[in-house]
């Protein structure tokens, strides 16, 4: 359990923390540093894009879609083929 019985004014110290920590002055960030940070921002989306697209650079991505090119293919085209072929080979039969 908490030990709040034991330190009966532990609400008090916490207010006097709290309202120490509200009087403090907000810290100031040095000199210049928007300006930069601006200008770090700017350089960077100026610079030059990488020809591959960035998930593509990763190698699991990569690998993913070359199993799936490789399954893909022309699966439908090589059944419409074989179908015709027997077709015009029954035809041919009769």
């Not at 709040?4 to 709290?18: M, Q, Y």
């Amino acid at each position: 359990m908490s030990d709040s019985a034991a330190r009966p004014n532990a609400d008090d110290e916490w207010e006097n923390l709290l309202r120490q920590w509200r009087t403090q002055p907000a810290p100031q960030p040095r000199p210049y540093f928007y300006s930069r940070v601006c200008a770090r921002l700017v350089s960077e989306a100026d610079g030059v894009r990488p020809a591959v697209r960035a998930w593509f650079r990763w190698p699991a991505y990569a690998a993913m879609l070359g199993i799936v090119l490789m399954l893909s293919g022309d699966d439908i085209t090589l059944h419409a083929a074989d179908s015709a072929n027997r077709y015009e080979a029954h035809l041919i039969g009769k």
